[in-house]
C-alpha cells in the first residue's frame, strides 16, 4: 500500500511557525522529487516547494521564498516543509506529493502520488 501521509498542521498565529512533515508508507522516497502544494477555499491549488531526490536542489514559490524551507531525510523516509513568519494568506490545505525520476524538481502538477494533506491555519 502506498501512501505518503502529512502531519504538523494546525491554528497558529500569524507569525509563527510550523514544520509539516510528508512521511512515506509502502514505498521509498530515495528516487523520488517531493512537492509540497496548496489550496485554499476558493482557490486553486498551487505549488509551494519541492526539492530532488538527492536534495540538493530546491525551488519556492516567490510567496514562501524567505520563509519556508523544504528539507528531505531519505533515512526516514520523510519530507519536511518549515514554515515560519507565517501569514493569514499562508491558510490552506497543505499537500505533499512525490515523482519517481526526476533529477530536478518543478512546482507544477504533475506528480505521481498525493497525500491526503493538513490543514494550516493562520488566525489571530
Known amino acids: 500500500q502506498l501512501q505518503l501521509v502529512e502531519s504538523g498542521g494546525g491554528l497558529v498565529q500569524p507569525g509563527g511557525s510550523l514544520r509539516l512533515s510528508c512521511a512515506a508508507s509502502g514505498f521509498t522516497l530515495y528516487y523520488d522529487a517531493i512537492g509540497w502544494f496548496r489550496q485554499a477555499p476558493g482557490k486553486e491549488r498551487g505549488g509551494v516547494s519541492c526539492?530532488?531526490?538527492?536534495?540538493?536542489?530546491?525551488n519556492y514559490a516567490d510567496s514562501v521564498k524567505g520563509r519556508f524551507t523544504i528539507s528531505r531525510d531519505n533515512v526516514k523516509n520523510t519530507v519536511y516543509l518549515e514554515m515560519n513568519r507565517l501569514k493569514p494568506e499562508d491558510t490552506a490545505v497543505y499537500y505533499c506529493a512525490a515523482k519517481p525520476g526526476w533529477i530536478g524538481c518543478g512546482l507544477g502538477p504533475q506528480y505521481d502520488h498525493w497525500g491526503q494533506g493538513t490543514q494550516v491555519t493562520v488566525s489571530s
Open positions: 526539492i530532488n531526490s538527492s536534495g540538493g536542489s530546491t
